[in-house]
């Protein structure tokens, strides 16, 4: 893995779902029932067409809230609200990949199409208190969502960061084009690799991947890599 890819980086921006915790710890899943079971109750749909729209509007305007916000006017806050309200103790703490990110240089910020709330119960969750320096959600970006080139703007903007010693880690491939364009150093986390020119580094590891970048003492990373001290 070549950690020297990742030098000049000085901030660490990290999706959440699936990003933070793997798919199967089943928490996303609880997410999707709640808003099938959103649009069914707006919309007067059965549960088929409404599992139909909420992945249509997913592929088609980057989140289902979005396309609900686009094609019936929905008011978010009431949704987010609704959809958020899931069981968070499927979620394992996990204390290297607290360390794992702890000791990278520079600020760790986490950017979500989630709200920042939902986030932050995921953190907890998780054993991540107090790791990240600060915490965006869909609301932050005005609701727009990733992959959309005016969230990720809207958010960074409000960040300050600078996208040229920035690096983005997310388990959507399309979440990765913007931050690529911008300059960033992408990161696909995910259980298999999507070969695109917007991605630069694969990994199905999280902790391992950035225990290496860091040289942190839990992986013994100065062996695997064939440094010297």
Known sequence: MPAKHFTHIRTWVFDLDHTLYPPEMQLFSQIEVR???WVMKELGVDRDEANRLRAKYWREHGTTLAGL???HGVDPEGYLVDVHDIDFTVLDPDPKLREAIN???G???????GTAPYAKNVINARGLSGVFDEVYGVEHADYHPKPDQAAFQTVFAKDGLDPTSSAMFEDDPRNLAVPHALGMR????APEPQPEDHIHH???DLRGFLTQIARCPLASPLKRLNLKP
């Not at 600020?107 to 199409?113: E, V």
């Open 103 to 105: 000791v990278l240089p």
């Open 35 to 37: 808003m099938a079971n």
């Open 186 to 189: 992408t990161v696909h986390v």
């Open 202 to 204: 694969h990994t199905d």
């Open 107 to 113: 600020r760790k910020i986490i950017y979500t199409n």
């Open 69 to 71: 916000m686009r094609l």
